[in-house]
T-cell receptor, first 109, second 113 residues
Framework: TQLLEQSPQFLSIQEGENLTVYCNSSSVFSSLQWYRQEPGEGPVLLVTVVTGGEVKKLKRLTFQFGDARKDSSLHITAAQPGDTGLYLCGGTSYGKLTFGQGTILTVHP | NAGVTQTPKFQVLKTGQSMTLQCAQDMNHNSMYWYRQDPGMGLRLIYYSASEGTTDKGEVPNGYNVSRLNKREFSLRLESAAPSQTSVYFC????????????FGQGTRLTVV
């Protein structure tokens, strides 16, 4: 059983659509992070959220940390084929960095 | 900077064979991690080390052992490989203090036949 539950597991959309990926837990985390992974590579950090209620924007990506620091969401506006990849949320608790199952996003031209 | 370096990149083992996956980081990080990645399972933590000389179990430690040789190096050993250990293995490092950005190696694709 993983501490972090991500949904949906798979997302297949057309270019230009918006989407949201969710990361939920019953545990409180000191910080939550979102990573993106390309095939054959290790994950690369997109953003870290630390404060409850925090919202961070990275171009067309918007990240939000829940008020209770147990959940987070990633929203992509006007998705592009270059956004295709595996998106992972990770949380640090008691020195351990654990991850959700990941969301495989495919954006079709 | 090399960041996190894992070796080997690919390995095929027969059931029952042993092997050690090597990981080294040059960022002076205190924490190091070993994960396995299977389809639909994200990254599952096998073992981690918060500092030199300490190691702790993660979510899926059975069948594995680790050694934090020094601050730079953290190895993962499979004593008697099983087909269920076929996976992609990632090593990562980070600072202890939160927020902790983890830096990953390129992975080792292991097949046990």
């Amino acid at each position: 059983t993983q501490l972090l539950e991500q949904s949906p597991q798979f997302l297949s959309i057309q270019e230009g659509e918006n989407l949201t990926v969710y990361c939920n837990s019953s545990s409180v985390f000191s910080s939550l992070q979102w990573y993106r992974q390309e095939p054959g590579e290790g994950p690369v950090l997109l953003v870290t959220v630390v404060t409850g209620g925090e919202v961070k924007k990275l171009k067309r990506l918007t990240f939000q940390f829940g008020d209770a620091r147990k959940d987070s969401s990633l929203h992509i506006t006007a998705a592009q084929p270059g956004d295709t990849g595996l998106y992972l949320c990770g949380g640090t608790s008691y020195g351990k960095l654990t991850f959700g199952q990941g969301t495989i996003l495919t954006v079709h031209p | 900077n090399a960041g996190v370096t894992q070796t080997p990149k690919f390995q095929v083992l027969k059931t029952g064979q042993s092997m050690t996956l090597q990981c080294a980081q040059d960022m002076n990080h205190n924490s190091m991690y070993w994960y396995r990645q299977d389809p639909g399972m994200g990254l599952r933590l096998i073992y981690y080390s918060a500092s030199e000389g300490t190691t702790d179990k993660g979510e899926v430690p059975n069948g594995y052992n680790v050694s934090r040789l020094n601050k730079r190096e953290f190895s993962l050993r499979l004593e008697s490989a099983a087909p269920s250990q076929t996976s992609v293995y990632f090593c990562a490092s980070s600072e202890v203090q939160s927020p902790t950005e983890a830096f990953f190696g390129q992975g080792t694709r292991l097949t046990v036949v």
